[in-house]
């Protein structure tokens, strides 16, 4: 099962899981990805162990995490 997660002062939220096949729950990850995205937070992938910056859900990914843009600079 895959997962999108959100970084917060809890540590984590789950957005959303799905697996291959379940069109419904891959709508519902889908759609929250896009409000993330929409709202400031950015995207990493895990895939195969390797961590990668991502503008759309890749569906076979491990994890997907969304957390706010790091301030500074």
């Known amino acids: 099962m895959s997962k999108l997660i959100r970084l917060d002062g809890s540590g984590h939220t789950t957005l959303a899981e799905w697996k291959p096949g ?5 709508l519902r990850a889908l759609r929250a990805f896009r ?13 195969n162990g390797q961590a990668e910056v991502v503008r759309e859900l890749p569906l076979d990914a ?5 957390r706010r843009p790091i301030a500074g600079g």
């Open 35 to 47: 409000e993330g995205l929409e709202s400031g937070l950015l995207a990493s992938a895990t895939r």
């Open 62 to 66: 491990e994890l997907v995490v969304m």
């Open 22 to 26: 379940d069109v419904r729950s891959q």
